[in-house]
């Protein structure tokens, strides 16, 4: 699959397969099996250790929110008039976004829709889970555990 | 160790410099600093320059443009890249090329040209500072990193709150209002800055530095040339650090580790403590950030940044002023232009230049450049 799923700027990537795998519903991310370092977003080498050889893991998906934002003047990629912004159509009001800890260095970063920043806290429980946008390309979206 | 020193400063007028380029930018400060040097362009032996994007200037070598316009070919230029921490990483190579023994003088300029492009193209150009891969799909600017660092700041420190990111908006606008140089000469009451729209929450207008055109230029001399200068200020001590380029892989969202460790290096080289400083510049890209300044160049304790503006020990009768200037708030922030501007402003504070913002007897200064949301920090000191 076409890293450009998911990323905006770069199509090769040794990594790329992260993008198949959010379409088909799963977040991973590599493990060192020298050192056993863990990397989200993955990585295809260790920064630690410099070993190449790297497994592939399902990231833990619930956690507290650490941070977030939300972003009301956008770069030009998403500024353009509808669409570019991932479940903003109805309203005109882009998602907030949030940084989740799911596990011991591992935060995911994802889109938190049909809410605004006002209701969220730091210390949220949530979820992250991965998200097909109507064109085409994958992303990751946070909402609240019930 | 022979000690540096800078004996010429020159800074272009900051703002939103419609019809005029990078490069008439640059000789509108590089004159200023010839003269203020009192030295003839040809004794210049290197030259440096710090200039963030290429997408801002629209060109691959800007630096190029800028010597040849200088007038300084054939001598050696190279161009540094540190974000918006570029300034400062200049200065930094600027005194390595003398300590080095290659020039005992050396020209340090600093350069962006921002405000041709849209703001939604700008936004993009800044948010591409971060990790373009990763990260700005999420549709992440520049603005919304230092809101994941207020969103964080705030909730860890329950006693802090938006007031006190205000209060360094209208500070740092009140200064402004003092400096000819500033892009903004504007008061901002804290009514007005808790209330302007919502750029990236929790930061709102007021809380952001603003998209400006600029261009500062410095001399810098090994102490072996410094004899024949009138007023010498020495560059005492250096540090400098890294940071995750991914936030979501930063150990603290309150504090930028690369700042820690330049202020660390910094007050050692040079022998002193927070306590020590006299006047200082702080990279206040966003309020937020002047905040978090104070705690890591350990002007306060973790978490006591707010009571420090609340207090106005920040102003310039306090006990550590900060940012006379106006800051990047107010006085713009030119990304490659701001770290050799906060070199200048330093050393006419310490050689008593500064009129109305002078802070009186300043005798050891501080700079603060961060580049990016912290991938880079530059701490000088700088004594007279
Ligand atoms: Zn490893």
């Known amino acids: ?146 | 160790m022979p000690r540096v020193a800078v004996v010429g400063v020159g800074i272009s007028k900051f703002g939103r410099r419609k019809g005029v380029s990078l490069r008439e930018l640059t000789f509108e400060a590089f004159k200023e600093a010839l003269e203020d040097a009192q030295i003839k362009k040809d004794e210049i032996q290197s030259v440096i320059t710090g200039c963030a994007s290429d997408e801002f200037a629209m060109a691959n070598q800007p630096g190029a443009q800028i010597q040849e316009y200088l007038g300084l070919n054939p001598k050696p230029h190279f161009r540094v890249e540190a974000a918006c921490a570029s300034g400062s990483m200049a200065v930094r190579a600027g005194w390595m090329t003398i300590q080095s023994g290659l020039a005992d003088i050396v020209l340090v300029n600093g350069a962006e040209k921002m405000t041709e492009v849209s703001t939604p193209k700008a936004t993009e150009i800044m948010g591409k500072f971060g990790d373009s891969t990763w990260e700005y799909p999420f549709g992440i600017s520049f603005p919304g990193y230092y809101a994941m660092l207020a969103s964080n700041y705030l909730a860890t420190y329950k006693e802090s709150g938006k007031t006190d990111l205000a209060k360094i908006a209208v500070k740092n606008h009140y200064y402004g209002t003092l400096n000819p140089k500033a892009h903004m000469q504007k008061i901002v009451t804290e009514e007005q800055a808790l209330s302007g729209f919502i750029v990236a929450y929790p930061l709102r207008l007021h809380d952001c530095s603003l998209i400006s055109d600029g261009a500062a230029s410095i001399v810098m001399v090994s102490e072996k040339v410094a004899k024949r200068f009138d007023k010498p200020i020495w560059i005492t001590g250096l540090g400098a650090g890294s940071e995750t380029h991914a936030i979501g892989r930063r150990k603290s969202l309150t504090s930028l580790e690369s700042a820690c460790v330049a202020a660390d290096q910094a007050y050692k080289m040079a022998g002193i403590t927070p306590k020590d400083v006299d006047v200082a510049v702080v990279h206040d890209c966003f309020t937020i950030a002047e905040l978090i300044a104070y705690e890591d160049l350990g002007f306060c304790k973790r978490g006591e940044a707010p009571i420090l503006i609340r207090n106005k020990d920040t102003y310039l009768d306090g006990l550590i002023p900060v940012n006379v200037d106006g800051g990047l708030k107010a006085k713009g922030h030119p990304i490659g232009a701001t770290g050799v501007a906060m070199t200048a402003e330093i050393v006419k504070q310490l050689r008593g230049e500064c009129g109305e913002r002078q802070v009186k007897g300043a005798k050891i200064g501080l700079s603060h450049n961060v580049g990016g949301s912290g991938q880079f920090t530059a701490v000088h000191i700088y004594e007279a």
């Open chain 1, 1 to 146: 699959m076409d890293f450009k799923k998911f990323s905006l700027m770069i199509n090769e990537i040794k990594v790329a397969t992260f993008a198949d795998s959010l379409a088909q519903g799963r977040i991973m991310a590599t493990r060192c099996k020298k050192c056993n370092c863990e990397y989200y977003p993955p990585q295809s080498d260790c920064s630690q250790c410099l070993s190449q050889e790297m497994d592939w893991f399902e990231c833990p998906t619930e956690g507290k929110l650490v941070s977030f934002t939300q972003i009301m003047v956008l770069p030009e990629h998403f500024a353009l008039p509808e669409l570019s912004v991932p479940f903003a159509k109805a309203t005109l009001t882009p998602s907030p976004v949030g940084l989740l800890d799911v596990k011991e260095g591992i935060r995911i970063m994802g889109w938190i829709p049909r809410t605004s920043a006002n209701d969220l806290k730091v210390g949220d429980r949530m979820k992250a889970s991965p998200q097909a946008l109507d064109d085409g390309r994958v992303t990751i979206i946070l909402e609240m555990i019930e």
